[in-house]
């Protein structure tokens, strides 16, 4: 061999290479250019040269729009976030807590997965700070998702609402139609446009991939919860009820009265069947067209119009809140939100933690658009459209009873599995009981 | 602009790493004793692959196959899995599934071929015809799963149909139908979809060992009197047992991971779902990984007779010769 003297050069750089690459990272927020008032940030304490990790779900957009928020904080308070967001999180969380490798604060998108962690020891609890903030801020109903085995870990951050009733206002005001206030008014209407017979009132769209079904589990929660009460529903959601409990059957059927009959749905589309094979993203559309009336999805249903599509109450389309069963019980919604839990106690995440639970924060973020929250001293105004500002007073409602996404909170093998399958058997024609049998048997035992 | 700079420095990286590994294995290897160099020479190099060997296939395979006993928090829980995989209603249906997949893939993919390309052997255009069935082996699965669930689109019958079977049924007066919610004729919509994809595969070997089929025996037949099915039964087929065997097992083994079609048509629903879909929904979304593993190693048993099989029947050939 004769070229074996360059062999070694060769190695030593390819080494050099590698070691070298592992020091490359990721860009991080680019406009410090806050030109906040400092004197705000004063009870968060000086935390100069201090470094906070945050490790969470949101990417792109919205994590521009969150590093843009903390900015203001990184600049007073002389702390560093050094933020990361990743589609894999859920997977990646555990992990990362179990090799010692966890983030100071992370952003949890549902509290199942923060009860999971908290349970095994890897989360700090919530300083005194951080839970009078809270109390402060946000509702009991709130502050209980943070809660576990009676400690309390975690602030919520952002929220989202579900349950809302799509309509085009115009079609509604032509046909002399009333948005209505109570579940019956809502069945009434329904049965009153489908004798009109000029469309459906209903239409609804349930395949969304693997995760077909899922806007089913929507519909399901919002009327357990109207019909039965916040009190079965929490029951339900922990398993302290079968789920082929009578009340769960009754509500399910109750549920049907819309989404399986075919002069119910699906407007646009075709029968009940139809449901299955209509994309969520699509399922609204004959609503502008005129084919349907009603379309039951989040408030984030209004990114999946077309574009130029005017959201407000006197624009093209426009959202109730699905109604109570009894309207003396008040608004009662369902919806899902961020916690954020902390892995370490160190002051500069303590602050931090403290201060995503704050006001300040949530005012400041909610100025740039695209999300609500829940919390109290978030002013209205501050929303960037008609629907987030109608959102933020739903949530800050104190007569509005919240519950989380049941689907969200039950085990992964029911919430992310069996629901949603059973919400597919159930409108191919499964009978009520039978569905909520073969949920209940997948109910993880343990 | 500096995402393009980054994998460009990614690239960079790794054949410097590469080259680092080859670097210094040659520069040990050259190094070593004389006594012992021919031994450390055929280690040396066989050592990169024996270790990826091991890290990427014989560690992931014995890790799946405990997994197989443990249950959801990673107990031990014995054979719970496979009873569960036995007894339940939704895997049993997974399993029957699987079982028809298995059967009638192969089988009509081959016959198809087999007979698409006898027809079209020595034909006007052969060429043209060739490529026309076998385009569909060029769309990944996922394309044609999607491209076939277009096909099969609904909307009810008073509303303007968008896919073309239904569109095809109004026309012709009948009601359209959900093709892909109906039990159990779904199972077989989905298989059509693998069929279409696999004939073309099927039709390129068997035409090109058709054509290796010595044509003095072809026109000995035919002089004894053989007529052209007897010819076909008694001459070709046996001059491409070989070849059929490659094709039927390679179908087989595709077929029995199937898990692309199923996934992006009805994601499993509507009693459709196969053995390799399972072990994804179990492991990923229901977080049971067990379950996963011990679908997986059932799936890893339906395969493995058919790949010694075709080892097997590869060796005796290349005897023959």
């Known amino acids: 061999m004769k ?208 995760a077909t079904g899922w806007p089913g589990t929507d519909w399901v929660e919002d009327v357990v919860l109207r019909s039965q009460g916040p009190e079965v529903y929490d029951q339900w959601v922990n398993h302290e009820i079968p789920f082929n409990d009578p009340r769960i059957v009754e509500a399910l059927d109750k549920t049907g009265e819309i989404l399986l009959d075919d002069k ?32 039951h999805q989040a408030n984030f249903q209004a990114a999946n119009w077309p574009e130029g599509t005017v959201v407000a109450e006197d624009g093209d389309v426009w959202a109730f809140m699905t109604p109570p069963v009894d309207a003396s019980k008040g608004l009662a919604i369902t919806g899902g939100g961020e916690m954020v839990g902390a892995y370490k106690d160190t002051p500069e995440a303590q602050a931090f933690q403290a201060y995503l639970a704050s006001a300040e924060f949530a005012n400041e973020r909610v100025k740039l658009g695209g999300v609500v929250s829940a919390n109290k001293g978030l002013d209205p105004a501050n929303a960037q459209t008609e629907l987030d500002k109608l959102s933020i007073e739903l949530l800050q409602d104190e007569e509005t009873t919240f519950r989380f996404d049941g689907s969200d909170l039950m085990p992964g093998a029911v919430g992310s599995n069996s629901f949603w399958k059973g919400v597919v058997a159930w409108i191919n024609g499964t009978p009520s009981k039978e569905v909520a049998d073969s949920i209940e048997s997948s109910w993880p035992k343990s | 602009m500096e995402f393009i700079g980054g994998k460009f420095l990614q690239v960079v990286i790794a054949l410097a790493v590469f080259a680092a590994i080859i670097g210094l294995i040659m520069l040990l290897v050259d190094r070593a004793p004389k006594s012992a160099k021919d031994k450390i020479t055929v280690a040396g190099f066989l050592a990169p692959a024996a270790i990826l060997l091991l890290v990427g296939l014989v560690y992931p395979a014995a890790q799946t196959s405990f997994l197989a006993f443990t249950d959801a928090s990673g107990k031990l829980n014995g054979v719970d899995n496979f009873v569960w995989m036995f007894t339940q209603p939704e895997a049993l249906v997974t399993l029957r599934n699987t079982i028809i997949w298995t059967v009638l893939v192969p089988l009509l993919s081959t016959v198809f071929g087999l007979a698409y390309a006898v027809f079209i052997d020595k034909a006007k255009g052969e060429r043209i015809l060739k490529a026309l069935v076998f385009m569909p082996m060029a769309i990944s699965f996922v394309g044609a799963g999607i491209i076939w669930k277009l096909v099969y689109d609904y909307r009810g019958p008073e509303i303007e149909q968008t896919g073309v079977l239904n569109a095809l049924r109004v026309a012709f007066g009948m009601e359209p139908k959900q093709f892909l919610l109906d039990a159990p004729e779904n199972t077989i919509f989905l298989i059509i979809v693998m069929v279409w994809i696999q004939t073309g595969f099927a039709m390129v070997i068997l035409s090109a060992a058709i054509k290796g089929v010595p044509a003095e025996l072809v026109e000995a037949s035919r002089l004894d009197g053989a007529n052209p099915w007897q010819q076909f039964r008694n001459v070709t087929i046996p001059g491409i047992r070989g070849s059929l065997v490659v094709v039927l097992t390679t179908i087989t083994i595709a077929t029995l991971k199937v898990f692309d079609i199923v996934r992006t048509m009805t994601a499993g629903n509507y009693e459709t779902s196969v053995v390799a879909n ?38 005796q050939q290349k005897e023959i010769r």
């Open chain 1, 3 to 210: 070229n074996r003297k360059y062999l070694l050069p060769v190695a030593v750089t390819g080494i050099l290479a590698l070691s070298l690459s592992a020091c490359s990272s990721e860009e991080s927020a680019t406009d410090p250019a806050a030109t906040a008032d400092c004197s705000k940030f004063e009870s968060y304490g000086k935390h100069d040269g201090k470094t906070v990790s945050v490790y969470s779900t949101i990417t792109d957009t919205e994590a521009t729009n969150l590093e843009k928020t903390w900015a203001a904080f990184e600049k007073c308070t002389g702390a560093t976030v050094k933020y990361e967001g990743s589609k894999e999180f859920e997977t990646q969380i555990g992990v990362r807590a179990k090799a010692g490798n966890a983030p100071d604060i992370a952003i949890f998108p549902q509290p199942g997965l923060m009860a999971d962690q908290a349970r095994a020891g890897n989360l700090k609890p919530a300083p005194q700070a951080v839970s009078d903030a809270v109390d402060k801020n946000w509702s009991a109903d709130w502050k209980k998702y943070g809660t576990v085995d009676g400690v309390f870990y975690t602030a919520p951050m952002l929220a989202n609402v579900k349950g809302y009733v799509w309509y085009a206002p115009k079609t509604f005001e032509d046909k002399g139609w009333e948005v209505p206030k109570t579940w019956d008014e809502m069945l009434e209407l329904s049965k009153k446009i489908a004798d009109d017979g000029s469309m459906k009132p209903w239409c609804a769209g349930f395949e969304s991939g693997e």
């Open chain 1, 264 to 295: 119910m749905v699906n407007g646009g589309f075709g029968d009940v069947r139809s449901i299955l094979t209509t994309g969520f993203q699509q399922a609204g559309q004959p609503v502008l067209d005129g084919q349907c009336a009603m379309h």
């Open chain 2, 278 to 315: 399972e072990m994804y929904t179990q492991a990923f979304r229901a977080g049971e990984p067990g379950r996963g593993a011990a679908l997986a190693l059932i799936l890893f048993l339906l395969v493995l007779p058919i790949v010694v099989y075709n080892a097997r029947v590869l060796r």
